[in-house]
């Protein structure tokens, strides 16, 4: 039996051998067919025999032919069971093929979304977005002698550092 691999999805969504269920089922089904035959041949045993010995094993045997029938009739209904199973099993592991192709493609096409936009993107830009996307607030002071712009935001900490107007604007910042 070959190994299934599924590094896409990351689990084997339906696993099992549907040829060593259809064996199975082979196999119950023999037992079926042999506990049938046994049955009716534990009914024939009785034809001859007289005596005490028959007398014992008529009332230690008379339910031995309905139980090899209840047998065969179990072992057939797990025979129809597994083959029905094996099939069932084909179709999910048809079905597990596709949705592991199509996750790999998924994911292949995101992978290359993730590095179209890391190219594309410019530092400055990818600085500017960021401090729009975190909802920043900026504020301008002046000192004596020195301009300076400070940047707070929201969700950052309170040691943001200043930076000065020249390379707010260098950066694509105001």
């Known amino acids: 039996m070959s190994v299934r691999t599924f590094p896409a999805l990351g689990f084997d969504p339906a696993p099992g051998s549907p040829a060593a269920l259809r064996a199975q089922a082979r196999s119950a089904d023999l037992a079926a067919r042999t506990l049938a035959g046994a049955a009716a041949s534990a ?14 094993y008529r009332s230690e045997a008379r339910a031995l032919p309905g139980d090899l029938h209840l047998a065969a009739a179990a072992h057939g209904t797990l025979a129809r069971e597994l083959a029905a199973f094996a099939d069932d099993l084909c179709a999910r592991q048809r079905r597990a093929a596709e949705l592991e192709s199509r996750a790999a493609a998924l994911r292949a096409t995101a992978g290359l979304i993730e590095v179209a936009q890391a190219r594309s993107a410019r530092p400055a830009s990818r600085v500017a977005a960021s401090m729009r996307q975190r909802s ?39």
Do not use: F
């Not at 009914?43 to 014992?56: E, P, Y």
């Not at 002071?141 to 935001?153: C, D, F, I, L, N």
């Open 136 to 174: 920043h607030i900026a504020s301008y002071r002046e000192k004596p002698g020195q301009a300076t712009y400070a940047v707070s935001a929201v969700d950052s900490p309170a040691s943001t550092p200043l930076a000065s107007p020249k390379s707010i604007a260098q950066r694509g910042l105001v």
């Open 43 to 56: 009914t024939r045993l009785d034809a001859a025999w007289s005596g005490a010995a028959a007398t014992a």
